[in-house]
DNA sequence: TTGAAAGCGCTAACAG
DNA sequence: CTGTTAGCGCTTTCAA
């Protein structure tokens, strides 16, 4: 691999001289030398060295995220959206799955630093102990955070409070009295937040709430299912579903098929996030849509701007959207509804 | 932040001897100096800076995933079987999506050499160009290939011939005699065996291939419904589909929904790749098993010997499976089948 | 307009 | 067992 003294040698220049084509910076070269600097760089198929520029100039063009998994399609739709941006602004990005693994986001955050990553995107999963707060604490200034408030770094949040709000009502509005909830896992602030808006909603409606009828999975298909069987077994079974996120959702539609129940007419289903294919089930399923690859790409806006010093603001708030499909109401289908 | 020679300082030796005892290096070095060098590391929070020790030992413990889409299940499942071995290796992962840039994989190629990755893993997409051959010819030695064999690296491959071939046959002994393929766009390896594999059993079976049949879409759900819409509205409707995704699949059986087709009754489905939620949709998705978390790890497996210079087989060969659900048998439904 | 030289933070001889 | 020193490849004053 051709170095920079090797294109100064072949062009019979100094590395300055070299140094100061590359980067096209305004420091006057004269023509003549800048193209037997340009055709020594191609002959040479020279390319500067990252590491070095890293070092000396304490930016890396890389930024990391650190998410529970990727195989979770939420997770994969976020992280598209940053990648978007990041790589549109020229940088690197790399990624670090927390779950299965001990030491969880602290020791990500670590080798992030050491790596010298020019800050942090992170979300979901549940920051553990005082040790990881001060870790956090020396971020400060670099890292940015989506969908959740425990945290104090610029925040890229979503409502879903109101979100689950807008679920029950739908399905009181549909005439539903008995309404299932299940939820994420303790810790989760966003399992908490959409507990709440089902709360809320309750007692504006007036229903009374029954603890039986609220369930706490985590967030996979596996867990919907199974805890819709739990639901659904009871004798005063609901007659409508919440659950925290669509693949859970999944997990209880597939429940009420082993009850033979029909959706929506024997329960009704919503879910949380509306998953790309969310719309090709039978029934599509009614969901709360989080715009992801949104909040994705402007979680990492905010982290550029953090980067380059402007201002930002501490808290960018996106709304969710009921998309009603068959789940919740039978309709004619003719084509996709999207 | 604290850097080699503040904890020299701080310990009141030479910085050597701080590297010793970071690198627990054999060089033996008094128990009673480790002591205070590593007491005076812990207080200064010192963490030594990869960039300057990957400058050194030309070692960057990173190494970088080509693919087109994250967001796509397929790759977020091989990824997820990429960094779990990553991971535990003490490696870095840096993800790049090609799709929807010019440039595609030439691009991160270079990008990749300039920061010095350890080495490459890439999947899908279409290599355009003699350039970019000649970009891969650099890698040599230094990156694996998943799923296509038009490129000379150590590949991790799956018999994706024999996967349609199981498909088809699996159909015709069902009675099937016309049916229809959803294949993958042209340039793509993956594309062009499964579109092999469903002739070969076709013609081993005595069944005419008829031209109208074959459709090729893009992989999203979205082109499996337009396609599945234009083979199910021809007056010789064909009685079952092999899709070369489960995505397009998911878009055909919504194409069969559409024209009031039961699914498997009037039409029978198999798609390809077993996505994690293909046993939830209803009717279940009988599909072409790929074991894609294990092909990820295998691929990174591989990449590991190679950077450590061990010998590496030059293909490994997963098989497929063929995962009977309802979309193309009506069973009793009873629980998940997985 | 060009070049020389000082580091960025670290590892690995080589001395002592 | 410990310290000194020469770079890894690059950018950036400071001189010329």
Redesign the interface.
């Known amino acids: ?1 051709a170095n920079i003294l090797d294109v100064a040698l072949k062009a019979k220049v100094s590395i300055a001289t070299v140094s100061r084509v590359v980067n096209k910076s305004d420091h006057k070269v004269n023509p003549a030398t800048r193209e037997k600097v340009l055709a020594a760089i191609s002959e040479l ?1 020279y ?6 520029k ?2 000396l100039k304490k930016k ?1 063009m ?1 930024i990391g995220i650190i998410i529970p ?3 979770n ?1 939420y997770y ?2 976020i ?2 959206g940053i ?2 941006v990041a ?1 549109a602004a020229g940088y ?6 927390t779950d299965k ?1 001990k030491g969880g986001i602290a020791r990500y955050v ?2 992030l ?4 990553a020019d800050g942090i995107i992170f979300s979901g999963g549940i920051i553990d102990g005082g040790e990881t707060v001060s870790i956090l604490g ?1 971020l400060r200034g670099k890292a940015v955070v989506i969908g959740r408030h425990d945290v104090d770094f610029p925040a890229v949040m979503v409502d879903n409070v109101e979100g689950a709000d807008q679920a029950v009502q739908h399905l009181f509005d549909l005439g539903h009295g008995r309404i299932g909830f299940i939820g994420g896992p303790d810790g989760s602030t966003t399992a908490l937040d959409r507990l709440v808006g089902y709360k809320k909603a309750l007692v504006r409606n007036g229903i009374k709430h029954v603890p039986g009828l609220v369930k706490k999975g985590t967030w996979n ?2 867990s919907g ?1 199974l805890l819709g069987m739990e639901l659904l077994q009871g004798k005063a079974r609901p007659t409508a579903i919440v659950a925290a996120n669509d ?1 859970m959702a ?2 209880a ?2 429940a009420a ?2 009850f033979a129940l029909r959706v929506p007419e024997d329960l009704a289903v919503v879910g949380f996030d509306d998953v ?2 969310g719309s ?3 029934p599509a399923l009614t969901t709360v849509k989080i715009p992801m690859h949104d909040m994705g790409a402007a979680s990492m806006m905010t982290l550029l701007n953090l980067i380059s010093g402007k201002p930002v603001e501490k808290i960018r708030l996106f709304r969710t959207t009921l998309q009603v499909r068959g789940s919740t109401v039978k309709l004619l ?4 509804k999207k």
């Open positions: 691999m198929d390319r500067p060295n990252a590491l070095a890293g070092l890396t890389t998994d990727i195989s399609p994969a739709e992280v598209r990648q978007d790589d690197a990005v790399t990624l670090h799955n693994r670590y080798l630093r050491e790596k010298s020396e298909p596996e299912y693949q999944f997990g539609i597939k098929k082993v790309p294919l090709y089930f039978d289908e003719k084509g996709i």
